[in-house]
């Protein structure tokens, strides 16, 4: 809530204290039980290597194991590759060696398999690479969708089923 809760020195205190300051009530930090069994491996990196425009690498020989039940979160100073690691691996962005497999499927990125395997991104800046920022909602939506039914039909778009889903997900 924006204020001061306690101030410390940091010899005086420790994580479970700091934790309680913060949160505000006592806060587990140790599990009692060991983890459930890992899922099995959903999305998976091997020897991913990138150079930029300018000959610069900015990945090199990436791997990567994510499971079923995980959440991974890559860190690290603005500029350091997070950006063009997550676009390589949902196929934003081609790498220069090395494979990306999702559910032990070589993935190339079509429109197709991305709906087939149920890949999705949040990019982190949506405005950039995720959607138009001068067209509606029901028209970001309507590029996404465009070749399915009942949205597609004979080529054709149909607006009021777009516009009913964009409506729908506003509310």
């Given at each position: ?14 994580p ?32 991913l ?17 994510l ?19 997550m ?38 800046e ?13 028209h ?22 777009v516009?009913?889903?964009a ?5």
């Amino acid at each position: 809530q924006g204020q001061m809760v306690a101030e410390r020195a940091t010899a005086d205190t420790n994580p479970e204290e700091l934790a309680e300051l913060m949160v505000g009530r006592k806060v587990r930090l140790q599990l009692d039980k060991a983890p459930p069994h890992p899922g099995e491996v959903r999305l998976k990196a091997e020897h991913l290597g990138l150079v930029d425009r300018r000959g610069v690498r900015l990945l090199d020989d990436i791997n990567l194991e994510l499971r079923a039940g995980e959440i991974v979160g890559v860190a690290g100073v603005s500029g350091n590759g997070q950006r063009q690691l997550m676009e390589a691996l949902v196929g934003q962005r081609a790498v220069d060696s090395g494979e990306v497999f999702v559910a032990g499927e070589r993935f190339h990125a079509t429109r197709a398999q991305n709906r087939r395997l149920k890949v999705r991104s949040l990019p982190e800046e949506p405005l950039r690479n995720a959607c138009v920022g001068e067209l509606s909602v029901g028209h970001n939506m309507g590029l996404r969708v465009f070749d399915t039914q009942p949205v597609a039909r004979g080529g054709w778009l149909n607006w009021r089923v777009v516009r009913e889903r964009a409506r729908a997900l506003i509310a």
